[in-house]
């Protein structure tokens, strides 16, 4: 599963972290670990930000975390525009690493910082092309 | 020189502004980019006494490319403003590109390469089609991980703003009450965009963009050019009786991606780059008479006022609520409309800046004029603040 099906539009298929959309077409939501010094990301990352070893494994993470920061998007930019308004949030991930999604089924007023999310992998179904994505659900 | 005598003289030589300039902001389909670039060189050059082109060792451009249908930008701009063959590059580092290029002149000078430097800060945004802007728009942040959610440039405040909220208290009036000050002072300001004042109600009942985030919390893309001569003390009397010293430098970095910032209510690079400009100036942010600060969204400029220091962390919706930053308050901040007001022009924005605190420091500033003021500070974030540039001047 190529990298350029992660994403509603996708701006970077070439990765070394490419694997990644491999395993969310799987419905696992992976991150890496530094194999030297063990620090732990996610985002993915190739090379160890802290000992710039280049060599990683990938981890599974839980998807809990916790809701940072949201927002409604009303004017989006292209490739977009179909879906909005949208809402999107920051989480703090349990296993550490922050992830940006839209907000999945949690009604409007229900979203507040803070709170407790899931992270679950997704397949657009409407979109011909295969495409993966995750949202920020109630756990 | 011997190497002591040359590190004395980088350590120790002043660098001064000795002439600035300012074209008229907003829509200015009337202009190439080039044109636009030529209104404020001249005037620059006319504002500082006995100084010709000729005397110009090189240009500095700063803009960022990607706005413009012409490529390779200070190739069109010098030839066009008659600088060639002189020395002339760009400089960029997005929203903040202006204040790069005057950090660039100002370390061409004081390595002693150069002794006389223009930079001119001149952003068309308004050459590219709709389509291409929304494209644009779309790619402001990380593409790997976070554009692919559609993140805009208003979204990335609204994600600080939101969390400003929920830690701080902050609120949407506050928020509205930045652009209303900006508005108040931009209407008495002939080179802005928007020179009329708005009421709070009108900015908190407008359309969101980005909840919080609404139309009237976010500056416009506008069209427009500044210009700052600069050169060392050796020579800065010579060109002008009222030199504008640049005493403290600060720039700093932070991650581009949120993912992997500290936190959401503060910008790392815009405390960095500030502790180095006050170290550096050997000043406290009290001594801050009057600043240019970052506004490109409300919340920016409440981030701006904690992050510089005018007000304790997370007190920067009441700093704007008990109008500290109006002039007679603790610090003036955007005596000159600020982006809000102003527009933002990407390259031009921070030399705009510096050009309006040299004229609070001369004196020069009419209606806007912060009575005595000495010291002044300008504040140039890019970007969703992976880089700032903290200028402190003196007269």
């Known amino acids: ?27 696992k939501l992976m991150g890496t670990k530094c194999k030297k010094c063990g620090e732990i990301y996610f985002p993915p990352r190739a090379d160890c930000l802290k000992c710039m070893d280049d060599s990683f494994e990938w981890i599974e993470f839980s998807g809990k975390g916790t809701l940072n920061s949201f927002t409604t998007i009303h004017a989006a930019p292209k490739g977009f525009d179909d879906i909005a308004p949208y809402t999107i949030g920051i989480v703090d991930l349990k296993e550490g690493g922050r992830l940006l999604a839209w907000i999945g089924d949690i009604p409007k007023d229900e979203i507040k910082n803070d709170m407790s999310v899931k992270v679950i992998p997704r397949i657009f179904e409407e979109i011909p092309e295969i495409k993966l994505y995750y ?3 109630k756990p | 020189m011997e190497a002591n005598t040359y590190n004395k003289w980088v350590k120790q030589v002043k660098i001064g502004i000795v002439g600035i300039g300012h074209g008229k902001f907003g829509n200015r389909s009337d202009a190439t980019v080039q044109e636009l670039a030529f209104e404020p060189f001249k005037q620059a050059i006319e504002d500082a006494k006995n100084l ?20 390779s930008l200070p190739g069109v701009v010098a030839e066009y403003v008659g600088m060639n063959p002189k020395s002339v590059w760009l400089t960029e580092a997005a929203c903040a590109s202006g204040s790069a290029a005057i950090r660039t002149a100002y370390m061409s000078i004081k390595s002693g390469m150069h002794d006389i ?20 728009m779309g790619r402001v942040g990380d593409v790997q991980w976070e554009s692919i959610f559609g993140t805009t440039f208003p979204g990335y405040y609204a994600l600080y703003a939101n969390r400003h909220m929920h830690e701080f208290g902050t609120t949407k009036e506050q928020m509205a009450l930045v652009a209303v000050k900006n508005h108040y002072y931009g209407s008495m300001n002939p080179y802005a965009f928007f ?36 050169t060392n003390e050796k020579l800065a009397k010579k060109f002008n009786d009222t030199p504008i010293w640049l005493e403290g430098m600060g720039s700093a970095s932070a991650q581009m991606s949120l993912l992997r910032r500290p936190n959401l209510v ?24 009057v600043a240019d600060v970052h506004d490109c969204f409300t919340i920016a400029e409440i981030m701006a006022y904690e992050n510089l220091g005018f007000c304790e962390k997370g007190k920067g919706g009441r700093f704007i609520e008990e ?73």
């Not at chain 2, 430097?117 to 644009?136: C, D, F, H, Y």
């Not at chain 2, 009329?196 to 969101?208: F, G, M, Q, Y």
């Not at chain 2, 609070?360 to 005595?372: I, M, T």
């Not at chain 2, 010291?375 to 700032?388: A, K, S, W």
């Open chain 1, 1 to 27: 599963m190529p990298f350029k099906y992660f994403g509603k539009t996708n701006f970077t298929p070439y990765t070394k972290v490419d694997k990644f959309a491999d395993y969310l077409h799987k419905g």
């Open chain 1, 135 to 137: 949202t920020i659900e």
């Open chain 2, 52 to 71: 010709g082109r000729e005397d110009i060792d090189s240009l500095v451009v700063g803009s960022v490319p990607e706005y413009h249908m012409q490529r």
């Open chain 2, 117 to 136: 430097v223009a930079v001119i800060g001149v952003q068309k945004m308004r050459e590219l089609s709709t389509e291409e802007i929304l494209a644009l």
């Open chain 2, 195 to 230: 020179q009329k004042e708005v009421t709070k109600e009108r900015v908190i009942d407008s359309e969101d963009v980005a909840s919080p985030v609404s139309v009237f919390d976010c500056c416009a893309n506008a069209d427009g050019a500044a210009c700052v001569i600069l």
């Open chain 2, 266 to 289: 503060e910008i790392p690079s815009a405390v960095e780059a500030a502790k180095q400009a006050y170290e550096q100036a050997k000043v406290k942010p009290s001594d801050i008479q």
């Open chain 2, 323 to 395: 109008k500290q930053s109006y002039i007679g308050g603790k610090t003036p901040v955007n005596v000159d409309g600020g982006l809000k007001a102003k527009g933002h022009p990407v390259g031009a924005t921070g030399v705009s800046m510096t050009t309006e605190i040299v004229k609070q420091l001369r004196g020069e500033a009419g209606k806007r004029q912060v009575n005595g003021a000495e010291i002044g500070l300008t504040h140039n974030v890019g970007g969703i603040g992976q880089y700032t540039f903290v200028q402190i001047l003196r007269r």
